[in-house]
Every structure is written in C-alpha cells, then in structure tokens.
C-alpha cells in the first residue's frame, strides 16, 4: 500500500489553481541565490519582500536549438503543485488516446414483452468525467474562468450553461426509442469499473456535475430574500435558504450546511445588492444513488415508467455478474478525451486529474486506480524519456505533500509534445495568458504585448501561517510554452516555493508575479529573434 499522510489537509482553491490549506508549515531555510543573467524587472519582482525566504526556479530553454536561455536550480525539487497534472495529463492522453471516447451504457436484464421490460435496467458506469453536462452543441466541453468546482473556495466561481442531467436525459430517451415505456423492476447503477481511491476529491465510476449541486444566490433588493436556483434538481435532494439582500456595498457572506447524507442543503448569510450572482457548491455524497434516481426520473420524463421508488440505495444486489445475453438500450458517448484534458488543464480541474489515474488504470483491465501510476511511469521513461525520478507523485492532481517535481523534468515533457502530431492540440490545451482558463485575468488587455502568447499551467499551494497571522505560500508555478511575436518557441517552467503574504489579495498577486514574469521573458523572446 502507498503511504498516505494527509493529515489535516484539505482542498482550498482559487480560480488561479489547487490551493491546500495547512495549519503551521515548517519553513524551509533560504536557499543561495543561483547566478543568471534575469532582467532588472524579473529581479525586482523576485527580490520582493514577499519572497525573502523564498526558493526561486527557473529553466528557459530554445527547443530549436536546445540552448539554455534562463536557469535556476533545474534539477532541485519544487513543489508542483497543479502542474504536477500535467503529468498526469501527458501520460493519459497518450496511453487513452486523444481521439478516445467513453461509451456509457445501459443494459436491459430481463425479459421484454413488447414495450413492458419485466427486470432490471442497468446503467454502467465507466468513468466519464462529464456525461454530457459540459457539451456544447460542437461536441467540444465547456469551461468557464473560474470553475464551480472552487465555489467553496473563493468567490467569483461561473457556472458553465449546459444542463448538468443532458447526458442522462439523452439516455432516457434512448431507452423510450428502444420501445419501452414500462420497467417493472427497478434501475441500478454498476460501478464497478473500479474501486474510487482514497483521493480528494473522490473519483467515482459514475459522475454527474462533478458530483456537486450547484447554489446560486442571486441579490434582490435590500431586506429582501436572495433569489435562489440550483442544480441538479434530483430527489431527494432540497435546497433551502434564508440569504438576505443588504445594501449595496455590504457584506456578500454565504455558508453551506448541509445533513449527513447531503440530500437537505441550507443557505445562511447575506448579499450586497450590487454583487453578482453568488455560486456555491455541495458534495453528493452517494453519487450512485443519486445517478439511479436521476436516470429513473429521466426515463418518467422520457415516458417511461418504473415500478421501483426512485429514491433509496442503489440495489447493488442486482447487479449481473455479466451482462452477456442482455440487451443494450441506450448508450451515451463522451466527447474525445482531448477535450477533457483541455478541461483539466484548463481550470485545474481536481477531480478529472484525479480521475485520470483511474482512467489509466481500467484502460488495462485493472479495477484499481493505483495501478495507472506504473503507466505514467512507462510513459516517461518509454515514450517521452523522460527520468521519472525527476517527479514524485501521490495522486493526480498535484495536492498531496509528497508531490514534487524539478525545472528540467517539466521542460523536457514540454519538449516531448513538440516532437508529436499533437503538439499544437497539446500547447492549446494550456490556460492562455489573458485569454482563457487560470492565466485569464492576468495581462488581459492590449496594453499587455505578451497575451496570448504564453500558453502555461498555473499551480498553487499556500496554508495558513497563525504564527505569524499570514499566509504561507508553499508553491506558486507556471510552466508550458512561450511563443514570440516572430512565432519562435521557448519552453519554460517558474516556481516559487516559500513565499510569505498578509492575505487572500497579497497570495493573488504572487500568482500575477509569475505571469507578469512569463509576459517579460515572451517579451525577451521577441527582442531575441529578428523578425523574418
């Protein structure tokens, strides 16, 4: 068994990245600062006061032609944090295939008699991290700036449009097409494509909405009860909320509580007039019961009909040990797997990193989530060449301690998808500097020459400091690809491990000294190569 020491860590995020909240963070003693030629303006934004005892790494490198442009500690351990998904990412995009999809089934066991089912439908989960509630009509999957998965986190959070039921509600329909309207017995989810590892956030066979009810407040006029929607509206689940209204300008505060089994929601607090809708988020607890009563609710509004309650446990009993003989009724398809490692690249994406071990591992048969660690190892060291010694890894995401990664094993997993058909797919996939994703509130106007030229996973990890009431910023990161005005391409990977900030403002800016320092070495970039 791997070891697992999580202690009381838990998930704490920003739209920037995965963020871990650790109570007293032993410092590390200040490293020596390494000898490079950086402009007067990355120093002065290292030699802040908030990196005093901060550890700087850096490695630029022209994959032309392989010269080393900027280089700090390479080969030392950083702190990944959510870049470290961009091993994880690699590896499945390989192993899975940017063109795969996952087809999700449901079975018919039983006997049928024109359009009456006597048995059992059975829906088999296989690991589809969206079942269509992030398609847009163009197949791609949807994403926002801020991802509702960090509504708990930090405000701001943007729900995409899609309905979050459309994958189950298509096959509802498929069902109905297939001619029957009455199933007298009962609908059971199978999820045992594979045992969900003890990860946080918690990958599961079956995931509808990211295993979430979305929260939305939405302020009225002062004294007056917030306007409330949510979603997915699936029984047994019931929101209810005494958010008030209060004058604009005061306070937006909003808890969540929610009973043990995550079916009652309540909302308490207040918010300003002149805020804007607030997103709020809630765990399903039981995702399996709750994707059988969404589907035996899909087929009622499909018409047809189950004899069976909709709510309660979902009768894992009556599960098939195969399902050989049986009939498929339905089936959802996924978009290409590209697409949903855009969507985790993008928004660093927890549970869809997370996932993606367990994607790996069932690619080969294998029930257990652990086993897609080995192939990440053989995709390194076979197919990138990667030294896997150059990561530490103890899940997908990049939020556990353990996880750790040097300067130059990212920069030569950069390299690698230069040298593959997907390289353009792969580049794009990164948050945007100024325009999509994590890097879009930074350098987002004209007056910023370097938008949209630096294509690069943001990563984050900071803890609470009560010794010295401040926040302790283990890990902020940066790394991709650069591209300059003359279209010349430059790999690069920046972390800062150790920085020290008053509050939630002060760790924001770490994050834009970063992409303030990836837009001047772009801009150095340009200034290096002549036009042609």
């Not at 005093?52 to 390479?74: C, N």
């Not at 995009?93 to 048995?119: E, K, Y």
Request: glycine share 10%.
């Amino acid at each position: 068994m791997r070891p697992r020491n999580r202690g009381r860590l838990r998930a704490w995020a920003t739209g920037a990245a995965t963020l871990l909240m650790v109570a007293g963070t032993a410092a590390a003693a200040p490293a020596p600062r390494e000898a490079d030629d950086l402009s007067p303006e990355i120093r002065a934004i290292m030699d802040k006061p908030a990196y005093q005892h901060a550890q700087w790494g850096l490695l630029e490198i022209d994959p032309e032609s392989g010269k080393v442009i900027h280089s700090r500690f390479p080969d030392q351990f950083f702190i990944p944090a959510s870049n470290a998904k961009e091993v994880t990412e690699s590896a499945a995009w390989h192993v899975l295939g940017p063109d795969s999809t996952f087809t999700t089934p449901v079975q018919a066991i039983g006997n049928r008699s024109g359009s009456t089912l006597d048995g059992n439908l059975a829906l088999v989960a296989q690991g589809d991290l969206t079942m269509g509630g992030r398609t847009k009509p163009d197949g791609t999957v949807d994403y926002t700036t801020f991802d509702h998965t960090y509504a708990d986190s930090a405000p701001g959070a943007i729900l995409t449009p899609e309905d979050p039921l459309a994958g189950i509600d298509q096959l509802a329909q498929q069902v109905h097409d297939a001619g029957i309207t009455q199933v007298n017995g009962d609908v059971v989810v199978d999820a045992r494509k594979f045992t969900p590892p003890a990860l946080d956030p918690l990958p599961t066979p079956l995931i509808i909405n990211d295993n979430l009810i979305d929260l939305l407040s939405t302020p009225t006029s002062p004294g007056q009860p917030a306007a409330l929607t949510w979603r997915p509206q699936v029984a047994p689940y019931q929101v209810t909320s005494t958010v008030r209204t209060v004058a604009a300008g005061g306070p937006t505060d909003i808890r969540v509580s929610a009973s043990p089994d995550g079916t009652q929601i309540s909302l308490s607090g207040t918010i300003a007039a002149d805020a804007q809708p607030a997103v709020k988020v809630s765990p399903v607890r039981d995702p399996n019961a709750f994707g059988r009563t969404a589907l035996i609710e899909a087929l009622a509004r499909a018409g047809v009909t189950v004899s069976a309650a909709p709510t309660g446990a979902n009768p894992v009993a009556d599960l098939p040990a195969s399902y050989d003989g049986t009939d498929r009724v339905a089936a959802y398809v996924s978009p290409p797997y590209r697409e949903y490692a855009k969507l985790i690249l993008k928004v660093s994406h927890n549970l869809g990193a997370n996932l993606a071990l367990c994607n790996l591992a069932t690619s080969r048969g294998s029930t257990d989530c652990d086993d897609g660690y080995g192939l990440i190892h053989s995709f390194l060291t076979d197919v990138a060449h990667v030294d896997p010694t150059q990561f530490q890894l103890n899940d997908g995401r990049g939020g556990d301690p353990a996880d750790r990664a040097t300067p130059r094993g990212l920069d030569q997993l950069f390299a690698y998808w230069l040298h593959t058909p997907d390289a353009d797919a792969f580049r794009l996939a990164q948050p945007i500097l100024g325009v999509d994703g994590t890097l879009a509130g930074s350098c987002n106007t004209d007056a910023c020459p370097a938008r949209g030229k630096v294509f690069a996973k943001t990563g984050s990890a900071v803890g609470g400091d009560p010794l010295n009431q401040q926040l302790a910023v283990g890990a902020q990161t940066l790394g991709g690809y650069l591209v300059s005005d003359q279209g010349c391409m430059r790999i690069f990977f920046l972390a800062v491990n150790g920085a020290a900030v008053p509050d939630i403002p002060g760790f924001v800016q770490v994050g834009n000294d970063l992409a303030r320092i990836a837009a001047l070495l772009q801009q150095e970039a340009s200034a290096d190569r002549p036009r042609t």
